[in-house]
């Protein structure tokens, strides 16, 4: 059970993996006036940055569970090498259906809404999992701008422009589903650079160490043609952010 080795490669050497940056993780921590002892559920928890740093920084209780074993096990790593690993537990696993068997102050899904079948979808996921006045937290990109053509959709490795909503549709969106949005952290263009562009360097070392993997075709064509595809599609339409939310 895991996912696509493809992902494994690429973002091996990501901490983070979505266009938040480690400055806008702290942001959103303070943000959200974290209180110690916050529980906090995460759902496609990655190599766990958010919850290490939340629980060296705020003192939060966290659980994440991800498909990936690699990221799962790093993300202990991370939490012993950040004095965390009393505060913090990875489960490696598929986090669909999952719900805590205790509820939560904070369930979050950032990046990862597919687990649950779409944004409101994961949004019952999680609720499930949270205490009452709790808070979800919602990773996902919107468009920053409308892409002219479908085309231009899939460039930026969406299905369709009906993928994705406009930042104000996004926010409305929330509001019919009957929550409030109480807090959001936007990603910025330098931010892409650092998911996208870092892919880049780990593929390109990968390649070297490993010319004769069965993915090293894949790998190569990729390494060949994510730089201009990003810039042309992602870098330019594509925006990201965190949004927090209240049941109304
Ligand atoms: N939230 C993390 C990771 C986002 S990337 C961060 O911001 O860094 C999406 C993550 O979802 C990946 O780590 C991937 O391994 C994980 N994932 C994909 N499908 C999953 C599933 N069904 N259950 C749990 N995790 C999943």
Avoid at 89 to 94: A, P, R, S
């Amino acid at each position: 059970m895991d996912i696509p080795r493809i992902f494994n490669i690429t973002e091996s050497a990501h901490r983070i993996h979505n266009p938040i940056t480690p400055d806008k993780l702290v942001t959103l921590g303070a943000a959200l006036r974290l209180e110690p002892g916050t529980r906090v559920l995460d759902l496609g928890s990655g190599s766990g940055e958010m919850l290490c740093t939340w629980a060296r920084d705020h003192g939060v209780i966290g659980t994440g569970i991800d498909l990936s074993r690699l990221f799962t096990e790093q993300a202990k790593y991370r939490a012993e090498e950040l004095g965390v690993a009393d505060k913090v537990m990875f489960i490696h696993g598929d986090a669909a259906g999952y719900v805590a068997d205790i509820k939560v102050d904070v369930a979050a899904c950032i990046g990862a809404t597919w687990i649950g079948g779409g944004v409101a979808g994961t949004i019952e996921l999680l609720v499930r999992s949270l205490r009452p006045g709790g808070m979800v937290l919602i990773g996902e990109p919107y468009w920053r701008q409308m892409p002219p053509t479908e085309d231009v959709a899939r460039g930026c490795l969406a299905h369709a422009i009906s993928d994705f909503l406009m930042l104000p549709e996004l926010l409305a969106s929330f509001g019919r589903l009957g929550y409030d949005v109480v807090e959001m952290v936007l990603a910025d263009q330098d931010g892409w650079d650092r998911y996208e562009a870092a892919k880049w360097l780990t593929m390109r070392r990968w390649l070297e160490a490993n010319p004769d993997d069965e993915l090293a075709k894949e790998v190569r064509a990729l390494l060949t043609s994510e730089p201009v595809r990003y810039a042309t599609c992602t870098r330019e339409y594509l925006g990201w952010g965190v949004f927090a939310l209240m049941m109304r």
